[in-house]
């Protein structure tokens, strides 16, 4: 496995969990990365990427002002800090990294998938 997720748990709305994404090897710092989610029943979707020098920072609009995406190439890994959670973002959590440098929300564009995490948001 060359991407491992974690720090999902269950919250109740309102609250906040931070994830963490950890690259096996020191392959990814020039690669842009990007987490994706995929609730029960639905398509996966984008919900944030940043360029690999983190210039560049991208989120989807019902995650915007919420969650905020970071990143530590000294460390390969790819964190979310997502505040402010509502129910409607329990989803399995996707970290990836993709075959360019930038953070497009194009999934075709990302190679590694990391195994997910779970995010259940309660009422």
């Known amino acids: 496995v060359q991407l491992q997720a974690s720090g999902g748990g269950l919250v109740q709305a309102g609250g906040s969990l931070r994830l963490s994404c950890a690259s096996s090897r020191r392959m990814f710092r020039n690669n842009g990365l990007a987490w994706f989610r995929q609730a029960p029943g639905k398509e996966r979707e984008f919900v944030a990427g940043i360029s690999w020098n983190a210039g560049t920072t991208g989120y989807a609009d019902s995650v915007k002002g919420r969650f905020t995406i970071s990143r530590d190439n000294a460390k390969d890994a790819v964190y979310l800090q997502m505040n402010r959670l509502k129910p409607e973002d329990t989803a399995d959590y996707y970290c990836?990294?993709?075959?360019?440098?930038?953070?497009?929300?194009?999934?075709?564009?990302?190679?590694?998938w990391g195994r997910g995490t779970q995010v259940t948001v309660s009422s």
């Open positions: 990836a990294a993709n075959i360019y440098t930038g953070a497009s929300r194009d999934s075709s564009t990302y190679k590694y």
